[in-house]
C-alpha cells in the first residue's frame, strides 16, 4: 500500500536571513531560520572522520561516532567539538544515552572478538567483550528493561548486557544471514530491529521471544519509534518510508530520495536523511513529506532532535555537524 503527498518547492531564497521555500502542496513556507544562530555548521577536527550515528546524550551533549578514526566525539550545543579515542581500532557505529549516565556506542570491528563500549561525560571510555570470535555490533539501544540491547550483524544474534551486573545473553535470529542492524524500543514495550539481509523487520521482547515481519523488503536500514505508535524504517535501496503497526501491517509512503537514517521528530513527524540528494526531510504520520532545500556536498547520517526545536545532523562527506531547525 502507498500512501504519500511529497512538498515540491515553488522556490527558494538564500541570504543572511535563512533559506524559505514555498510548498506547492499546502502554501505553507518551510525552511531554515537565520544562519546565526540557528542554522549553522560546524568542522569536525579531524579530517574524514566519517561521521555516522548521533544521540543526545543525558548532559545536555549530543554525542557522535566517527567510524574511520575509531573514535566517539561530543559537541556541545555551542558546537565546541571534542573527540576521544577507542582504547582499540574498532569501527565505531551506532551509538545511545545510556540509563546509568555514561553513553554506549557499538563497535562494528574490534579486532579477532566482538565489542561494545560505553564512553563518561567526561571522556573516559570502557571496552566490553561480548564474544571471543568475530563479530561486529551495529545497532544499540537502551532496553525498557534498563538493559542495554545491541544488534550483531555476521553472527545474526540480538545481545542483551544486564546492568549492572554486565552478564550478557544472545538470542538467535530465525532467519539466517539476517544482517540485524538497528534497534529502537517501541511504544508497547519491545524491541524492534532491522534485518538487512533478511528484508525482515523483527520484534523481540526484554524476555527474547523473536518474532519476523514482511519478506523482501529492500534493505531495510535504520528505525524509529513513531508518535503514532508505529515502527517506522528506511529502506536503502528504494525510496520508500515504511511503517509497521504492533500486530505486523506494512504502509509504504514514497519519497523523493532514497532514505539514510530515521529518527523521531517534532510533533506528528518524523525526521530522516537523503545521503545521496543532500536534504534533510520530514514525514508526518499521514505520510506528507517535506524536503529541506540541498545541504550540497554534505551526506546526510545520522540526525536527531535537541532543545529549542532544532535539529542536529552528520555531513559524512562535508565532515561537519549541522544544526537547523524547519521554520513551520
Known sequence: MNQS??????FAVASLAG?????KTDGQVYGFPPSSPQHRSFPIPSSDSQPISITLGPDGNFWFTEQNH?????????????EFLTPTFSFPIGITAGPDGNIWFSEGAAGSGGQIAF??????????VFSSSTAAASGIVTGPDGNIWFTELIANKIWRLELPSRNLTSFPIPTENSS???????????????????????RITTSGVITEFGSGLTLPFSIANGPDGNIWFT??????????TPT???????????????????????LFTEFGSNRVAKITTDGVVTESPEIPNSGPTGIVTGPSRQVWFLGYASNRVYRIAFSH
Open 235 to 244: 529502506q536503502r535501496f528504494t525510496q520508500q518510508i515504511g511503517k509497521i
Open 248 to 270: 505486523g501491517q506494512f504502509t509504504f509512503y514514497p519519497i523523493p530520495s532514497t532514505a539514510e537514517q530515521i529518527a523521531p521528530g517534532f510533533g506528528n513527524n518524523l
Open 180 to 202: 540485524p542492524n538497528d534497534i529502537i524500543v517501541g511504544a508497547d514495550g519491545n524491541l524492534w530491529f532491522t534485518e538487512g539481509g533478511g528484508g525482515k523487520i523483527g
Open 19 to 23: 533559506i524559505l521555500c514555498v510548498s
Open 5 to 10: 503527498k511529497v512538498s515540491t518547492f515553488v
Open 119 to 128: 564512553i563518561t561525560p567526561d571522556g573516559h571510555i570502557e571496552e566490553i
Open 70 to 82: 575509531s573514535q566517539v566525539a561530543r559537541i556541545t550545543p555551542q558546537g565546541v567539538i571534542t
